[in-house]
C-alpha cells in the first residue's frame, strides 16, 4: 500500500496550494480519505477527511472556509486545496486512508498514512 503526497513547498502568504495523495494497493473508492498535519513543535493534527462517494466531508474547525478536500476515483487521488494561506498553516501535510463501512461515513480508523508533504509559507 502506498500513499505518496505531493503538491507541498514555499509559498507566500495569501497564496494557494492543492496537495495531492495518490493511493495504490488498496481499493480506493472503499475508503475514507483523510488530511492530517503537523506543525512544527506540535502534535499532528485532523484538517479534514472525505467519505467514500464524497456524499460526506468533515473538517477540523480552522479547516473551514479556507480548505477545500476532495477525491476523484477513477485517479485514486484525494485533494487538499488550501486557500489563503497564512504562515500558521506551515506543516508537514499527511494524507491517510481507513476503510469506510458506509459511502457516506467519515469517521474510519485510519491504517494507511502517506509521508507527508512540507508546505511553507513565508513572505
Known amino acids: 500500500v502506498q500513499l505518496v503526497e505531493s503538491g507541498g513547498g514555499l509559498v507566500q502568504p495569501g497564496g494557494s496550494l492543492r496537495l495531492s495523495c495518490e493511493v495504490s494497493?488498496?481499493?480506493?473508492?472503499?475508503?475514507?480519505m483523510g488530511w492530517y498535519r503537523q506543525r512544527p513543535g506540535e502534535e499532528r493534527e485532523f484538517v479534514a477527511a472525505?467519505?467514500?462517494?464524497?456524499?460526506?466531508?468533515d473538517y477540523a474547525e480552522f479547516a473551514k472556509g479556507r480548505f477545500t478536500i476532495s477525491r476523484d476515483n477513477t485517479k485514486n487521488t484525494a485533494y487538499l486545496q488550501i486557500n489563503t494561506l497564512e504562515p500558521s498553516d506551515t506543516a508537514n501535510y499527511f494524507c491517510?486512508?481507513?476503510?469506510?463501512?458506509?459511502?457516506?461515513?467519515?469517521?474510519?480508523?485510519?491504517?494507511?498514512w502517506g509521508q507527508g508533504t512540507r508546505v511553507t509559507v513565508s513572505s
Open positions: 491517510a486512508a481507513g476503510y469506510g463501512s458506509t459511502y457516506e461515513t467519515t469517521r474510519t480508523d485510519y491504517m494507511y
Open positions: 494497493g488498496i481499493l480506493f473508492n472503499f475508503h475514507v
Open positions: 472525505i467519505s467514500r462517494r464524497a456524499t460526506g466531508i
